[in-house]
């Protein structure tokens, strides 16, 4: 047993564990699929979309925006969001570089 970790995550996995707490709402997730590639989308078209307040939506988007998932921009009046897809991909990568490091019979799981 690795007993390392039980006080703290090391430095390189703080990235990847954000990532994936924001993530691990439903809410979260849904947001995240309405985007199209190079899309933008501004809070309102987003909370038009969601029977929840304005307020819960923004609270939604501020922790996918603080994970590194959505970038925002203002224009005009409008606050704008867009998906950091890197970011994500990273966060993929860091675990299943993880997985295949720590297990390797996982890794004729590899495509």
Partial sequence: MKREYIADLPDSMKPTAAIFSALGDP????????????????????????????????????????????????????TLYSVCPEVVMEAVTALRDYILEEFPGTASYEK
């Fill in 27 to 78: 809410v979260r997730q849904r947001i995240l699929l309405l985007f199209e590639p190079d899309e933008a989308l501004s809070i309102k078209e987003i909370a038009d979309l969601f029977a929840l307040s304005r307020t819960a939506v923004v609270h939604h988007l501020n922790v996918l925006e603080r994970a590194g998932i959505l970038a925002q921009r203002r224009s005009g009046k409008a």
